[in-house]
Each structure stands twice: as structure tokens, then as C-alpha cells.
């Protein structure tokens, strides 16, 4: 039997781009599963619901490896097929394979290592502030002032990737994260898969005290250790999952808290006891990840009362997940003093995101500072108006105007 007409997500709600959860609400209210249309892309499935985007997270029917799957019927814009590099990372496997790839990335991103660069975040924060400050209209771009060159700065550095190549990474990863068009989504996995190539051959070569160069070399007890092309792969992913997460998180949070100042007021008052929480909800309220990447049936899933067919395309709503009253109480309130933990903003199960302490780390310090260093600092735009990185995948702004 044919399946229903796909619903048009921006039919049930115009302005679900910049406000998606009414949307999702109404949905989960009919059930866990939907057949959809996004505003940019192919037809899918949509899984909505704390506990229902929980269970596909960790389904195995549900798979994230691209070999597994004909891309001429599901485009994933990888430009190249199943065989490009920058598909070689963990992320776009299932296990053993994600798990041989996982262990042998860990031993290199512990959370000793994480910890150790807190002295660096701080000073890259303070240096970014302090430019922002210089600045005698009192006005900035909070995006590009700290939001994004915080995170960049800070994993091109772990990796040991050159200072003068992070505008190409920016462009590159803005292509891949909110493709713009085909031709140019390619062009960009091209370049930064050759760029990433001929770093991989320089670090092996000379090698430096940063990730790559350690994941270069880095062999398990068994003597496993990454081929060239998982190199460039586990490079490629790192790179772009390690900034963006944290653009977003910064953004969206201080978002939030422009929005409600009752609860700016309570953080600046007790920045020491309420930071932590204050992280942990702004990731559950409005987290940067909106949808979980792609997942495929590999045979037909049922899912509530829904049965979805076999080479179907699944993206997981986080968003809706960590707004849904089963699991927390009052869920579309923003309350910095709210126990968020179990909220699914990085994942669940086995692909749960490697890089979540530093997205944390990064993102206390930078909003630490920003309420110690700027006490008038607030909204200088209508938020109507701001625009939104497009897609499903990754949810925040391009631009958030602030004055001081």
C-alpha cells in the first residue's frame, strides 16, 4: 500500500525555521513517527519524542554507515560516493567498525587532555573579548566576534592545524554543515579532503605536540591504528564537529538568556553556583543540533504504529526530545536552576559525541565572560529577524547583533 502524502513542515508552521517546536509538538501529540518534508531536501522520516528518538538513536536497524545505503537514493551530498575520505570516520559507521574507530581516537581525546587546555580557552576568550570591547560603538556581531572563532581557534589548535588556513575551514564548513548547492557542497569535501591530505603527510613527516600528529601514530595494544584515509576522515569530522556544536551553543544560549533576564539576572549573580546548570540548560531548551545526522533502514521499522519502510531515510529530533513534558516538567520554560540532565542534545548511545566536554568547557568560559566583562551587554536586533542557519541538521543563527 502507498504511503501517505509527506507532511510539509513549513505548512504546519510558517515560521518553523526560526521556531520548530510548536511543530514537533503538534506532531509527537499524533505519534512517534512522521513521513515529512523539510523546507530543504528530500522526503524523510521524522522521529519525534523523548522516549521514541532515544530508542531509534540506539536501533540498530537504523544505520549510520554510508556503504550500507545506495546514496543515488539517498543523497547525502557527500560528493565522491561511500569511498571519499571524509567519510571514513567513526561517524558514519556502525560497530566494530565505530567502535575500533572510537577507541583509537579516545586514547588521544581524553578528558585529562580536555581538561589541560582550560588555561588556553580562557586566554583565547579573554583576547577575543577584549577585541570585542575595543570596538568604540559598543556594538558587535557576537557570531563572529566569539561564537565562532572560539571553538575554530581552539580545534584547529588541538589539531595542529596552521592559523592562516581557518578562513578556508569556515568556508568549507559552513558549505558542508548548510550546503548552498550541490556543486558547491562537493567543491568544498574536495578541498578540504585534499588540504587535509597533504597536512596528514607534513605531520607524518614532522610530526608536532598536537592530535593529528598523535593520531598519526597512535597504535592499540593489538597494533591497530588508522589507514591514511580514516586519518583524514577522523580529521575531517573533528574539524567540523568540533566547532560548530559550539558556535551554537554560545549563540543559542546567550539567545536564551537575552530572552528571559530574570534568569540572566539569577546567573550573574551566582555565576560559580549556577554556571554548570545554566550550560546544561541552554543545550536542553534550545540546543544546537536540531536533528541527529541521517540514519537508514536497512529493513521496514515499525516505530509506534508506524511502519517505515525498508531504504528510508530517519532523522531523529533532539530538539523535540528534550522539549517533551514525559520527561521534563514544563518543558518550553527556560529555567537555569532546572536538573536538565538526561536531555539528548549530544546524542545517545553509541554515537554520542565524543567532543561533549569540550563543547562544555568552551561554553562556560565563554559565557562566564561575557556576563563578567560586558554587565549591560543585550540584544541589539529584532530576533524575528535574525537568520538562521539553514537545514535540520545544525539550529542557530549566522549573525547575533549585541550592544553594550
Not at 572563532?149 to 581557518?166: H, K, N, Q, T
Request: with cysteine; charged share 25%.
Amino acid at each position: 500500500m502507498p504511503s501517505a502524502p509527506a507532511l510539509d513542515l513549513e505548512e504546519l508552521g510558517p515560521d518553523f525555521v526560526r521556531d520548530p517546536y510548536p511543530v514537533y509538538a503538534a506532531l509527537r501529540a499524533q505519534g512517534p513517527v512522521h513521513h515529512v518534508r523539510p523546507p530543504e531536501g528530500e522526503e524523510l522520516w521524522l522521529v519525534v519524542g523523548h522516549e521514541a528518538c532515544r530508542a531509534a538513536l540506539v536501533d540498530p536497524r537504523l544505520t549510520r554507515d554510508v556503504r550500507k545505503v545506495d546514496l543515488a537514493l539517498h543523497p547525502y551530498g557527500e560528493g565522491g560516493g561511500a569511498d571519499n575520505p571524509a567519510l571514513s570516520h567513526m561517524l558514519l559507521r556502525d560497530a566494530p567498525d565505530h567502535t575500533r574507530l572510537r577507541r583509537l581516537v579516545a586514547r588521544e581525546f581524553s578528558p585529562r587532555r580536555i581538561a589541560a587546555l582550560t588555561p588556553r580557552i580562557q586566554r583565547i576568550t579573554d583576547d577575543l573579548v577584549d577585541a570585542m570591547l575595543a570596538d568604540g560603538s559598543r556594538r558587535a556581531d557576537l557570531v563572529a566576534a566569539l561564537g565562532f572563532p572560539l571553538p575554530m581557534i581552539v580545534i584547529c589548535e588541538l589539531l595542529g592545524v596552521p592559523s592562516a588556513d581557518r578562513d578556508d575551514f569556515r568556508r568549507w564548513s559552513n558549505e558542508i554543515v548548510a550546503p548552498t548547492g550541490q556543486e558547491r557542497l562537493h567543491a568544498a569535501y574536495g578541498d578540504m579532503v585534499d588540504y587535509l591530505r597533504r597536512l596528514t603527510v607534513a605531520k607524518r613527516e614532522q610530526p608536532g605536540d598536537d592530535l593529528l600528529s598523535a593520531l598519526i601514530h597512535t597504535v592499540d595494544e593489538g597494533g591497530d591504528r588508522l589507514s591514511g584515509d580514516e586519518l583524514i576522515g577522523m580529521a575531517f569530522l573533528l574539524l567540523i564537529a568540533g566547532h560548530e556544536t559550539t558556535v551554537n551553543l554560545i549563540g543559542n544560549g546567550m539567545r536564551a538568556l537575552f530572552a528571559h533576564p530574570d534568569q540572566l539576572d539569577l546567573l550573574r549573580a551566582d555565576p560559580d553556583g549556577l554556571i554548570d546548570g545554566a550550560i546544561e540548560e541552554m543545550l536542553r531548551y534550545d540546543g544546537p543540533v536540531e536533528t541527529a545526522t541521517p540514519r537508514w533502514t536497512t529493513e521496514p521499522v515499525t516505530i509506534g504504529d508506524t511502519l517505515v519502510p525498508a531504504g528510508a531515510t530517519v532523522l531523529v529530533a533532539l530538539a523535540d526530545a528534550d522539549r517533551d513534558p514525559a520527561r521534563f516538567a514544563e518543558p518550553d520554560r527556560f529555567d537555569i536552576r532546572r536538573d536538565a540532565r538526561g536531555h539528548i542534545a549530544f546524542g545517545h548511545g553509541l554515537h554520542y559525541c565524543l567532543g561533549a566536554p569540550l563543547a562544555r568547557l568552551e561554553g562556560r568560559i565563554a559565557v562566564r565572560a561575557l556576563l563578567e566583562r560586558c554587565p549591560d551587554l543585550g540584544l541589539d536586533a529584532d530576533v524575528t529577524a535574525l537568520p538562521w542557519v539553514p537545514g535540520l541538521l545544525m539550529r542557530g543563527v549566522r549573525t547575533l547583533p549585541v550592544r553594550w
